[in-house]
């Protein structure tokens, strides 16, 4: 048996692993650099669902696979939804969509995680093609862009020591108190900042004009685009002075510069045209195409992978599924009862489902819910491959130990598939159909094969290879009233897996005393938390991370503009006693 493999989280990192005597540790090469973050450092220590149940009742794998089979048989085929969450990011995941879509079943699209701003890179390159990390490597400037990379993305720092480092974010982060300039603007307001610094390139003749005859030859336009905005104004509104959008352009400028954005800038209705604002400042750049520039966001990590499975079902969207209008939901590797937005929604519509399934690692709000709950082998035990959404690397996941606990995602498909007489080819045949897309590169590592480690190089993909600019201003600063909730990721929790934080975090000086309860409450809906200082926040933010219990009862249901993706920062709040 081989002992290494990858971590299964969804995670920009996607690190290698050496298992030895059940001790998991980081390959020493590559990009894992010999050491993991708590998630898999503690990993043994987060206690598994180790039995099958019905109705709360211990059963035998056969009987709740038999249970399975009866719940899928006793409704119509387009009463049965799968529901797929991003628990494992393995590609063998998606087996299970083979037997629901060839059944006849409904799937999800949309997405609860990055959609908006992909929508909007692909609205202005025509693709979504991901700088990797390597390249950032080589760059001189790195601007941390709604990314917190010691919590989300560590195995990024060692690459970028030395370097001039550049923070947009909200809040003071730890890589914003090492950064050479942090810009603490007011949350979204991204799309203001990126159209004026935009506008002031331009204006100090920054731009690369050579570039842009060539590949984004309609920036004039965009330049006048940004004259309506007004300056004075607008800084004051999203609290940036007019001294650190200079101190910005002067750190940038004929540098070899990487944009490194994370979902924080687009968690709101207008995330699209956020996305595509920050992307048209690294047009005017000029960063495309050239090694060591870019914008690195998360790519899709199944980019260039053709997927074995049969997937063409009738689909609805992730973001706000009516679970009432099915009869029996299967729910994998997700906790939509946490994790979706609109909590107290989701719990009335799936209260009216007659057969909940949960096919998953660990107790949650879902598991507790569901009639008939079937625990999911881990990634030690069984096979399996990974790619990333931040490299081009692809990894292979071979089974590492052997257990008696849960049922892989492939044999569970494969014994649905044969009680429903539909096709399916052996375990093996599929892990081969990935690995046939790996290529080995003279560093001994695997690649997916023809992935551009810089891509653009010859103009983008949209229809005539130019970049397309927004061409109208749909937004304005959200002056509404109230608080701006900020919902992102924890050190200590995965979402909703491990240890899940409990408490809003506010500044000290407004006047709420740590440990004591308050309510934080919106036009959704509102949860009691106890307060913890952190005076690394802006004070008019609330700091809710994502995986607390209640935090979703706070945030819409509705989609981003023009685009299937969930907004979690899109509903200000209020606070009291
Ligand atoms: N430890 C840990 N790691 C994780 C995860 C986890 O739950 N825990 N989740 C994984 C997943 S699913 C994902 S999608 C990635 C996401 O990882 P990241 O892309 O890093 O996402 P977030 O932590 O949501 O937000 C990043 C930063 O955006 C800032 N931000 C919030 N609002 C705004 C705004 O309006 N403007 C700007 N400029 N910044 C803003 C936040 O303050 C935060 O510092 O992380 C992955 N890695
Ligand atoms: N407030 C707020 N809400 C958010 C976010 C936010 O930042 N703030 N982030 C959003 C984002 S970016 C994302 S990606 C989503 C994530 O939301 P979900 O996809 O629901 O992810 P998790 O909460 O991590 O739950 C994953 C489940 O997968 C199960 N699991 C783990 N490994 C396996 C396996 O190998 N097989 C099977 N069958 N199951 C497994 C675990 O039991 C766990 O319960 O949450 C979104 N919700
Ligand atoms: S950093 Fe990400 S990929 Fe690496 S071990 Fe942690 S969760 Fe897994
Ligand atoms: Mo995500």
Redesign the pocket.
């Known amino acids: 048996m081989s002992n290494v493999t990858a971590c299964?989280l969804?995670c920009y990192d996607a690190c290698e692993i050496v298992y030895e005597n059940g001790i998991l540790k980081g390959l020493k090469s590559g990009y894992t650099q010999g050491f993991l973050c708590p998630h898999m450092n503690h990993y043994d220590k987060y206690e598994t669902i180790q039995a099958p149940r019905y109705k709360n009742r211990e059963i035998s794998l056969e009987e709740a696979l038999l249970k399975l089979k009866e719940m899928i048989n006793s409704c119509e085929k387009d009463k049965v939804l799968h529901y797929r969450?991003?628990?494992?990011f393995a590609l063998m995941?998606e087996v299970t969509d083979h037997f629901f879509a060839s059944y006849g079943a409904t799937l999800t699209d949309g997405t609860?995680?990055?959609g908006a701003g992909e929508a909007g890179i692909e609205e202005g390159r025509g693709s979504n093609k991901n700088m990797p990390i390597t390249e950032v490597a080589k760059s001189d400037v790195v601007i941390f862009w709604g990314r917190n990379p010691h919590t989300t993305s560590s195995h990024i720092l060692p690459l970028i020591k030395g370097k001039t480092i550049i923070v947009i974010d909200p809040i003071k982060t730890k890589i914003a108190k090492m950064a050479d300039l942090h810009i603490q603007l007011k949350p979204h307001t991204d799309l203001f900042l990126a159209m004026l610094l935009s506008r002031f390139l331009h204006i100090e003749n920054g731009c690369n004009e050579e570039f842009l005859d060539k590949y984004a030859s309609e920036y004039e336009d965009y330049y006048e685009l940004t004259q309506n905005i007004r300056i004075k104004a607008v800084l004051d509104q999203i609290d940036v002075s007019l001294g650190k959008l200079g101190n910005l352009l002067g750190l940038v400028k004929d540098k070899k510069v990487a944009i490194v954005c994370g979902?924080g800038i687009q968690?709101y209705s207008d995330g699209v045209d956020i996305m595509r604002a920050i992307d048209a400042f690294a047009a005017m750049l000029g960063l495309f195409g050239r090694e060591g520039c870019g914008v690195s966001y998360l790519g899709s990590s199944r980019a260039n992978i053709v997927s074995p499975f049969n997937k063409k079902s009738k689909k609805v969207s992730k973001v706000n599924t009516e679970f009432s209008d099915f009869e029996t939901v299967f729910i994998?590797?997700?906790?939509?009862l946490?994790?979706?937005?609109n909590s107290s929604r989701v719990k009335e519509s799936i209260s009216k489902v007659k057969n909940i399934v949960y096919?998953?690692?660990?107790e949650?709000e879902?598991s507790e819910a569901a009639d008939l709950v079937i625990p999911?082998?881990?990634?030690l035990h069984k096979d399996d491959v990974r790619t990333s959404y931040s490299h081009n690397k692809i990894s292979f996941m071979p089974k590492v130990a052997d257990s008696e606990i849960g049922i892989s995602?492939y044999d569970l498909s494969a014994y649905l598939c044969r009680e429903f007489n539909i096709e399916i080819q052996n375990e093996e045949f599929y892990i081969k159909h990935f690995k046939n897309f790996a290529v080995q590169k003279i560093d001994g590592s695997w690649y997916v094969e023809n992935r551009d480690e810089i891509p653009y190089k010859d103009g983008f993909d949209t229809d005539d290879g130019q970049f397309v600019f927004l061409d109208e201003l749909d937004s304005k600063v959200d002056e509404s009233q109230g608080m701006y909730l900020i919902?992102?990721?924890s050190q200590t929790s995965?979402?909703?897996?491990f240890n899940r934080q409990e408490s809003v975090f506010l500044h000290s000086s407004l006047g709420f005393n740590e440990g004591e309860f308050i309510t934080v409450s919106s036009i959704s809906g509102s949860v009691k938390l106890r307060v913890k200082h952190n005076d690394d926040l802006r004070k008019d933010c609330v700091l809710?991370y994502?995986?607390t219990k209640g935090?979703?009862n706070l945030?819409t249901h509705k989609h981003a503009l023009s685009t299937k993706s969930?907004i979690?920062q899109e509903n200000k709040v209020e606070i009291s006693r």
Do not use: H
Not at 359 to 362: C, K, S, V
Not at 494 to 497: G, I, Y
């Open positions: 299964p969804d969450g991003s628990g494992n995941q609860l995680c990055d979902v968690k994998q590797g997700a906790n939509p946490s994790q979706m937005p096919f998953g690692l660990y949650n879902t999911a082998k881990s990634f995602e919902t992102s990721k995965l979402n909703s897996q809710i994502s995986g935090v979703n945030t969930a979690f």
